[in-house]
């Protein structure tokens, strides 16, 4: 099965549900979406780097270099309460949404 | 988290590296991630690039994103640590509250002074006048420039003229005012009253461009010859005392000069031109020939131009000029008189105060600096004391930009709080000052503090907080640097020093400035006190009142010769005269004359001089000395031959070196009138300051009244005793003879003399007062030097003394430094005051502005004060107990 783009605006949710538990690099986003997914989505890691600045801008998460287990220099990327509230609308929004085209997509049309 | 350390701030070049680090980082660990799979490093990498997308667009992108986070958050940060040092700083000042005082103190004085003097500069030199488009507005005159008479009065003639052909003036109109001598008799309405009056000719209110707040303004037809011109506009003053601000008063009639007049409106509230002591406004067409000749050659009235718009005043005067020229080659009265003058209205009307509201604006504006001197002085001080707590904080991290904004923050808030306690300051200056300079300011109703004045008043605050605060800044962070924590740091305290002798040499040096200043306006004023005016004020008062001829078409001068009799009847009066124009109320009017000889050639005016008319007794009355000859007598009488008086400054150019006494002149040289009538000379008058107490006097002739009379009387009476106390007796002594002569006011001459002082006057006590608040401040800035010196270096001194050095040598070396600091300063300031007191000279009388006798005087009285404010903290000095000072710290 071919990888599935993903849906617009989608993408900021993901990737904040990333962060949710622990602050995370760059390089650990992409990877923990990919192992999630099962590499069904069809990202690009330029597109997540995007989404982390935009989102950094918007106050939804802060960066911060850091160290990783191997010594090397990385930026880390933590959610921010404004963030974390971000994440539950969004959510919410997301799953009564596909709820929605779901039901609609799947009740058999009425016979007229 | 694992949090290293917070970084600076990143500019452009760190946020693309970080950016770049970061990507970097990202293909790197997909790469090994992928070789660890299996992949050959190649092939890892190009698949690492491949998933990643486009990575110059992600940079673009990404970089553009963080430098605007960056930026947001440095102004977050910013405002944070402004907080922080606001928070800081009002701790810090509330806890050496006499430090704080001190210096607010300081800068309200300076800040409101200057804040008071800005806003009468504002309101009268800054602020256009209240009529649209002000800029548009000129002043002309007639020149006649043979003559050297540039800015001559206009003829109404000749005015008509310059109306009906003009292209590039949207109006041209005039008026005629003086103040005293243009006026009407109100009657019929409570006691009769005088009235001062402004007689308008078309053009007058549409080139203001003026609306009447109440009822209208007159019709062109309303302002001709023939015309329904019996009307009157009340300036809205007179509309307020004599009617309440009735608006049921439009429209009915009032009686002026036994006339009736219909009130057909009222100007506005902040209309005042030409004055704001006119009460109505008249239509000049009901001046009469016997009154004043329409005639060209009589050039009464002052006339006001609005130029159309973008229409250049270079344009506009050569308009006027051709017109002139046109008429000089047209009618041989106006042959001298083919050019104008033309003056912005704005300047016309400013132009006798501006420079003396500059001078002031300049030496407030010293006062200030003198005040940031030592309130950095002070913060010198401060910064030696605070020196730990600053290297504490530079040892935790602040940098030097950090600390320089922290002290400047509460520099600023200093010189904020300052300037708030000084629009306090200005509120009440300004109201002072406007209650010292009454009268003696045109427009003193645009004076008030208002927006520009208060936006002045912050950003002098802003300028003073960075000027007193960013030496001692910069200073105590550089100390910072060099690590005060470890030593006591004398090298630093050497250079506060250093800095702190620096200042009290700018002290000083405009210490000198300012007192220089002050002292050449108290020299001018001292010059001018010691006037002779030629006649003595005191004892000495004036009845002003004008004979109605209207009322009186025949027989006024005898009706003049009663009053006059009936006042020297009155118990108290010593002797009494009259006359048209008393000292420092009207200058005479300037006529032509021939002497002796004299020879009209064509397209030359005739020599020219003030004439005075008046009574016998006048010069005795007044205490004038008569030179030479006598005075006009009760038996010179019409009909007699013509006599006169003449003045010295006439005897001696006309007469030099020869009696005038005797001679003859001619007062109607041919060229006017085709005969002569010669005028004997029965006496010589010694000069009397007519105009004003620093102007001398003119070659003036003197007229009898009895003879060639005037409608315009000042009755003058010396008085046995207090004057004042005679004002009731010849008030009615005058309506003893008529009940109806209305009478415009009764003055002493003690002050009439004393309000023709009153802008030296308020010059100098306003500079005298900068001047002592100059000295005072530098005398506690040289005080408060020394006196840290001799502090810190007790010491120093205890072992001088123990060594046998004796204390006078000891006081010496003191005094000796505060001497050296204030020569410096001295010389400095001498030389400025050189430079700046020229710009002064417009306001100086009888003394030049280089005056040496002053510049001396200021030197030794700055020496003197300097050598006590060093000798106090010196004598401290010589006293200190050796063995208490090498006890001690």
């Not at chain 2, 030496?363 to 605070?386: H, K, P, Q, Y």
């Amino acid at each position: 099965m071919a990888a599935l783009p993903v849906v617009k605006g989608t993408l900021d949710v993901l990737v904040l549900r990333a962060l949710q538990w622990a602050p995370m690099h760059g390089f650990e986003i992409t990877s923990w979406l990919e192992q999630r997914s099962a590499s069904a989505l069809e990202v690009e890691d330029s597109a997540v780097y995007q989404a982390l600045y935009r989102m950094e801008e918007r106050k939804l998460i802060e960066a911060e270099w850091g160290v990783t287990e191997n010594q090397r220099q990385a930026r880390y990327y933590k959610i921010t309460p404004q963030g974390r509230a971000h994440l539950k609308a969004q959510t919410a929004q997301w799953l009564r949404y596909a709820d929605t085209v779901t039901a609609i997509l799947t009740v058999a049309p009425k016979q007229g | 988290m694992r949090r290293l350390f917070k970084f600076p701030w990143r500019n452009a070049r760190d946020i693309r590296a970080d950016v770049d680090d970061e990507l970097r980082f990202h293909i790197e660990e997909r790469t090994s991630a992928l070789v660890a799979a299996g992949l050959a490093p190649d092939a890892a990498r190009t698949q690492a690039l491949r998933e990643f997308g486009d990575v110059d667009d992600a940079r673009r992108y990404i970089n553009a994103l963080d430098r605007g986070t960056e930026s947001a958050a440095r102004r977050k940060d910013y405002l944070g640590e402004l907080r922080q040092d606001l928070a800081y700083a009002f701790r810090k000042l509330r806890s050496s509250p006499a430090f704080t005082i001190t210096a607010i103190v300081t800068l309200a004085l300076g800040i409101g002074a200057n804040a008071a003097i800005f806003s009468v500069v504002n309101g009268v030199l800054l602020r256009p006048l209240p009529y649209p488009h002000a800029e548009q507005l000129l002043k002309v005159y007639q020149a006649n420039r043979s003559a050297g008479n540039l800015h001559a009065s206009v003829s109404p003639l000749d005015l008509d003229d310059w109306r009906a052909q003009r292209t590039v003036f949207a109006d041209i109109g005039g008026f005629w005012y003086s103040d005293g001598a243009s006026g009407v008799d109100l009657t019929g309405d409570g006691d009769p009253q005088r009235l001062s009056a402004v007689f308008i000719t078309p053009g007058f209110f549409t080139t203001l461009q003026v609306g009447a707040a109440e009822g209208r303004l007159p019709r062109e037809d309303e302002l001709v010859r023939g015309g329904p011109d019996k009307v009157v506009v009340l300036s809205n003053g007179f509309w307020q005392r004599q009617y309440g601000s009735s608006p049921s008063i439009v429209g009915t009639h009032i009686t002026l000069e036994g006339a009736p007049y219909q009130v057909i409106g009222v100007m506005p509230r902040n209309f005042a031109y030409p004055s704001d002591r006119a009460d109505v406004y008249i239509p000049y067409s009901t001046i009469t020939d016997d009154m004043i000749p329409r005639i060209r050659p009589v050039r009464i009235l002052d006339a006001v131009a609005r130029m159309k718009p973008g229409v250049t005043m270079a344009a506009a005067g050569a308009e006027l000029n051709t017109i002139a020229a046109r008429l000089a080659r047209q009618y041989p009265e106006d042959a001298a008189w083919g050019e104008t003058t033309l003056v912005p209205l704005r300047d016309d009307i400013t132009g006798n105060v501006r420079a003396a509201l500059l001078v002031l604006l300049g030496a407030v504006a010293f006062v200030l600096l003198i005040g940031c001197v030592n309130v950095a002085s002070l913060l010198l001080a401060r910064a030696g004391v605070r020196e730990r707590e600053i290297a504490v904080r530079a040892a935790l991290g602040a940098g030097r930009g950090r600390i320089v904004r922290q002290l400047l923050t509460e520099s600023i808030v200093l010189s904020l709080a300052g300037g708030a306690a000084g629009v306090a300051v200005a509120r009440a200056g300004v109201g002072a000052l406007l209650a010292l300079s009454a009268g003696q300011l045109p427009r003193g109703a645009d004076v008030h503090i208002d927006g520009t004045v208060l936006l002045f008043a912050l950003a002098l605050s802003l300028a003073t907080g960075l000027l007193f605060g960013l030496v001692p800044a910069v200073h105590a962070s550089r100390a910072a640097l060099h690590g005060t924590l470890r030593e006591a740091g004398r090298g630093v305290a050497g250079g506060a020093r250093r800095a702190r002798s620096v200042l009290v040499i700018a002290e000083v040096a405009l210490a000198v400035v300012l007192v220089v200043g002050a002292g050449l306006m108290g020299r001018s004023f001292i010059a001018i006190m010691k006037v002779d005016p030629g006649f003595r004020p005191d004892h000495l008062i004036a009845v002003n009142f004008t004979i109605s001829t209207t009322r009186r078409p025949t027989g006024w001068q005898q009706y003049y010769h009663a009053v006059i009799d009936k006042a020297r009847t009155v118990p108290g009066v010593i002797s009494a005269g009259a006359t048209k124009d008393a000292p420092f109320r009207g200058n005479g009017e300037r006529d032509i004359f021939g002497p002796p000889g004299y020879v009209v050639k064509a397209g030359e005016d005739p020599p020219t001089a003030r004439m005075m008319h008046v009574s016998d007794g006048y010069f005795q009355t007044i205490g004038a000395r008569i030179a030479a000859g006598r005075e006009f007598s009760p038996t010179d009488r019409a009909g007699g031959p013509h006599l006169i008086l003449v003045n010295e400054s006439f005897a001696k150019h006309w007469f030099p070196g020869e009696a005038a006494v005797g001679k003859s002149i001619d007062m109607a040289p041919a060229a006017i009138n085709g005969k002569s009538e010669p005028a004997q000379i029965i006496g010589v008058v010694a000069d009397i300051r007519q105009a004003a107490m620093d102007e001398p006097a003119r070659e003036t002739i003197y007229e009898n009244n009895m003879v060639n009379g005037r409608v315009k009387v000042a009755l003058v009476a010396r008085t046995a005793g207090e004057p004042l106390a005679m004002a009731r007796k010849l008030r009615e002594a005058v309506w003893s003879v008529d009940k109806e002569q209305p009478i415009t006011s009764i003055e002493t001459f003690d002050d009439v003399v004393s309000e023709s002082m009153a802008r030296p006057r308020l010059l100098t006590v306003l500079l005298g007062a900068f001047g002592v608040l100059g000295l005072i401040l530098g005398a506690l800035g040289i005080y408060g030097v020394l006196a840290y010196l001799v502090s810190e270096r007790q010491r120093e001194i205890g072992v001088r003394i123990a060594l046998g050095a004796p204390a006078r040598s000891v006081l010496w070396m003191f005094v000796g430094r505060g001497l050296a600091l204030t020569a410096a300063g001295l010389a400095i300031g001498l030389g400025g005051a050189l430079m700046l007191t020229r710009l002064m000279s417009g306001v100086l009388y009888g003394v030049q502005a280089t005056d040496p006798l002053t510049f001396a005087a200021v030197g030794s009285i700055l020496l003197a004060v300097a050598a006590l404010a060093s000798w106090i903290p010196a004598r401290r000095a010589a006293h200190v107990d050796p063995v208490e000072a090498l006890r001690s710290d």
